[in-house]
């Protein structure tokens, strides 16, 4: 199993930028996949999350209305389209899924919001 993220970078506040998760490795369309954030200091945290074949979603408080989480089974991958960004959302982001009971996070990716 992999998870490989990118599209992580410096935006100035107000900004857009969307992330993306390729995955490898297990049927994709079968699993659940989420976004996770930690920023300097703090623990890790759910940003979002899109189910497996309905595709429903849920978002963290913090996010709801500025960011929106996709899937696009026939290529592997997971998105997370960011709004109205802040410096609070300023953090590494990790993609997240889980096979059965074991957990498996990508290598994350940094985004900066800041002027």
């Known amino acids: 199993v992999q998870l490989v993220e990118s599209g992580g970078g410096l935006v100035q506040p107000g900004g857009s930028l969307r992330l993306s998760c390729v995955a490898s490795?297990?049927?994709?369309?079968?699993?659940?996949m989420s976004w996770y954030r930690q920023a300097p200091g703090k623990e890790r945290e759910l940003v979002a999350f899109?189910?497996?074949?309905?595709?429903?979603?849920n978002y963290a408080d913090s996010v709801k209305g500025r960011f929106t989480i996709s899937r696009d089974n026939a290529k592997n991958t997971v998105y997370l389209q960011m709004n109205s960004l802040k410096p609070e959302d300023t953090a590494v982001f990790y993609c997240?899924?889980?096979?059965?009971?074991?957990?498996?996070w990508g290598q994350g990716t940094q985004v900066t919001v800041s002027s």
């Open positions: 997240y899924t889980r096979l059965g009971l074991r957990p498996y």
């Open positions: 899109i189910s497996n074949f309905s595709g429903s979603t």
């Open positions: 490795g297990f049927t994709f369309s079968g699993y659940a």
